[in-house]
Structures are given as C-alpha cells and as structure tokens.
C-alpha cells in the first residue's frame, strides 16, 4: 500500500504529509529554477536595463527642473532689476515736482489728473 501511494505522489503516512509535500515542492523548485539558467540571467538583464532607464529618465528630469528654475532665476532677477531702474528714475523726477499727479499748487490744493476735489 505504501507503495502505491508512493506512486501516486501521496505521502505513505499522515503524520509526514507537510514534510513530503515541502520536500517535493523544494526539489521542483530547485530543478524549475535554477540560477545558471538563462532564463533567469536574462530577467535580470532586463530588470537592470529597466533599472538603468528609470534612473536616467529621473535624472533627465532633474536637470530639466533645474534648469527651469534658473530660468525662472534669471527672469526673476531681470524683472526684479527693471523694476529698480524705473522707480529710481521716476523718483528722480517726483523729487524734482514732476510727478505724474501733479504737485501742490501755490493754493495749497492738489492737482488731480481729472477727479477734483471739492
């Protein structure tokens, strides 16, 4: 009887039951996978190529947000110049009483550009 179970791929007691199946299981996995198989070595070509161009494409990307930010650096601090140049010139002209809302007159009123006040 022993035998014939044996033959059927069923353990001959059921005190062992795990113990043949985990034993039957390891050696087909040691027959299935083999680490000299070439399967494998070319799964693991292709996990590190797959590795390799996610690492460039985030480094592509990296410096294509560095780079936008220097961009937007730069234009920052060309603006940021502009704006300096035009309020020193137009303050060169307001200390002079050549502002654009006029200055006081010799009434004491302001001189509005339409808007008076009464």
Do not use: F, Y
């Not at 059921?14 to 070595?41: E, F, K, M, Y």
């Not at 650096?73 to 137009?90: H, N």
């Not at 654009?100 to 302001?110: H, I, K, L, P």
């Amino acid at each position: 009887m022993a035998t014939l179970k044996w033959h059927l791929g069923l353990p001959p007691c059921p005190g062992i039951t795990n113990r043949c199946r985990a034993r039957r299981l390891s050696t087909q996995l040691h027959v299935w996978r083999r680490p000299d198989d070439d399967w494998l070595a070319a799964a693991e070509q292709e996990d590190m190529a797959r590795r390799q161009a996610a690492q460039e494409q985030a480094m592509r990307a990296a410096q294509a947000w560095q780079e936008q930010q220097e961009k937007a650096r730069a234009q920052r601090d060309k603006l940021l110049v502009d704006a300096e140049q035009a309020s020193s010139s137009s303050s060169s002209s307001t200390s002079t009483g050549g502002s654009r809302w006029g200055s006081r007159s010799a009434g004491g009123q302001r001189a509005g550009p339409e808007i008076s006040e009464r």
